[in-house]
């Protein structure tokens, strides 16, 4: 049968279209990989890190070079083909060879970057790739500090690029995209600008473009002969879908360079883009499409726990998910360019997005570190301009915190370094201005007045503070009085909150929070407070939570070392209760939680009542206690509280708000009957603390502490102890050789005995103990002599009796465990009667930090 011969031609040209389309190919699986410090190399899949592990032992994680090797098979009908290795993240340094040929080499961790390989591939063969990337500290490449990791390796997509000899240019800063501006837009009329270059070999081009609205539909199209390696084509939409959170309607612009003599599709350009605009008043806030929206939402690191930052895309889909679940319309990805795919999916979730370079905490005065930070942001807005989401491009982080926390500076180089960081903002500002008039640059600053008088908050449009009143600063209160200040003062000058929140563990529980307790309770009080305090003030912009997640950070010591805990979720991104706090206050469906999914054993004086938050965006909240009581309450900034007296024992306790519920199950159990219970279950203390500690390893509940009083247990004389340089709770350390730290963390200090009205029988007596104090001495109190240059200052050393026998003589942590370090010692005992632990000081103040007894 013989075709008709326009058939025939569709066929020829569809069967053309398709074979000659731009192919996108993973090349993931399968590198050799090999660190500089080790002899074996060992075969790894991308993304990868060489810091997951290691980042979270001893904090000092590998800053070095490391080398990815591969053989990849070349088809011999790629030949008449252009060939790009692109990469969208490789931390910091990055040289490729092909062949044993360099190809290209690359600074900067967090931007994506793209290689011509064409002229070094032998093609119908395998073709050698060596890559080498070093992320040792390098003082010309932001960022130079942070309270971050900085991973290393190939953590993000790698892919093999294939188009025709003339394509669509992909090497350069921009990594291959083409612009597509949105320079006017309103509800009638949308002006679009598509806008791009190609490489040409030589041929007549045609470049055919099509754009459909969010139905799919077709609304514009252009067709005409390519004049030049430049191109800009005007479009415009007639009454356009307007992209919001609420609507986020995104377009396609889909491009193809055509060889007009064949019809054959030589590359292809895709891209979405959305139709909005937006400004920043300051007064009314920020305005969306001529509307005031609050912008709320949090900051995101890109790490995830036993992945680094080698996180797949699934990953940052399922977390930019939970953000948009929670109710948050904005977020921040701090402190650098995050995956491609993260933009992708912010534009159709509705996220609103601040992204920014990794300039933070500090700048060499150099001409090349200025380069490199100024191409970081020429990469970033090049490469991600076409994405509605993003409404600001921000250009530095707490710039001058090292400079104010470091002592003894002299005033020269202070004013050099204020003038260094000034130019280079001034340089970013230009560059932002340069590539797009059309978002809003903004900086974010630490709270201290050297960005007012240093004239570098004047810079940008929009300036973030970073502010932690009720954790770094006193006062939860005081968040108010600082921005109304600051509003008075510059009034012209557009405000967000940038960073706000204190760390939590979600193994601390209590109902009496305090500040640098590392409490949920006191997490949620912080939250609440600053949501009121930036509500009720209509010029603030809005605000971004510290942090969606917890993320590694080496140089932490916090409750859980090397993880900076501020998140709303866990590392593994386990919700906190903070989070559902959020869902209630910024969500419309039905909603209600009961507080304390790790605090559902209460244990509790007999006169105490049990205490519930329930979060709800209802007016008011019914409870059903074991399917029989009910009660009532009232919902005050989306909690309501209740005060239940429930006996020892089970209980079912079910929330009501609408059409909704939800059920937490309690075990409740008395202070008062820990004594009389204890041949069936220990009792375990955790001394100098107000907060209960659940080990999540175990499930044992280390109790808050308590004073004793008769037929009961608890301390005899001492205090808290607080370490006089922190405002933690105890001491902010790592505690070595554990991972109960808030267990050792806390303790009380000067104590005269411990005691346990318990009846007669054989205990175990477990002891917890850790020498705080880093200058601790480790001498010998007795062997001291009459030397006297030598001195006691410094030693701590203690004696313990239990009922009156000694067990420990002359203990001094520091000399005999180690300063810092977990100490746990046990003693059998038969006792006639109650148990008293007594601490006789021989030099300074005993400490104890918890205390364990069974009955045998």
Known sequence: MKLPYSLFLFLLISSSFLHAQRIEKAINSGWEFQLENQEESTTVNIPHSWNSEDAFNDGAYFRGKGTYSKEIFIPQDWNDKAVFLKFEGANQFTKAYVNDQLVGEHTGGYTSFVFELTEHLNFGQANQVRIELDNSHNQDIPPLEADFNFYGGIYRDLQLVVTGKSHFTLEGLGAGTQLIKTPEVSENLAKVKFEGNVVTSGKDLELQVSINDPSGNQVSEYDESLNSEDFSIDFEIDNPKLWSPDDPNLYLLTANLIDPDSG?????????????????DPEKGFILNGKPIKLIGANRHQDFENMGNAVPNSIHRKDYQMIKDMGANFIRTAHYPQDPDVYRICDELGLLVWTEVPVINDVTDSEAYHQNAVNMQKEQILQLYNHPSIVFWGIMNEIFIRLVFTRDIPEADQKAKIKTSVELAEKLEAATKELDTTRLSVMALHENDIYNTSGIADITDVIG????????TPGLKNLGKFLDEQHQKYPDRPLLISEYGPGSDSRIQTNDPKPWDFSEAYQLKSHVSYLNQVMERDYMLGMAAWNFADFGSSGRQDSRPYINQKGLVNFDREPKDVYYYYKARLTEDDFVYIAGKNFETRIIDKSEKVKLKVFSNSDRVKLVIDEK??????????????????????????AMSGDVSHIRNLLVKFRNSLIADIANNPMLINVGSHSDFVDDETGEIWISDQAFQNNDFGFVG??????SSSKFQGTASNIKVTTKEPLFQ?????LQAYKFDVPKGQYRISLLMAEPNRGASRENIYNLGSDSEKSSEGIRSFDILINGILVEKDLNLARDYGILQAVEVEYKINSEGPVEIEFRPQNGKPVLSGIKLENL
């Open 746 to 750: 806390t303790m009380r200090e000067g």
């Open 629 to 654: 009581v009910e009660k009532e309450a009232s919902v005050t900034d989306n909690i309501a509280e209740f005060e239940l007296d429930l006996e020892p024992g089970e209980h079912s306790v079910k």
């Open 264 to 280: 054959e599709i030589l590359d292809t350009y895709i891209s979405n883009f959305g139709c909005r605009w937006f400004e920043a």
């Open 465 to 472: 503070w970073n502010l932690y009143f009720g954790w770094y």
């Open 718 to 723: 001492g205090e808290v102890f607080q370490q």
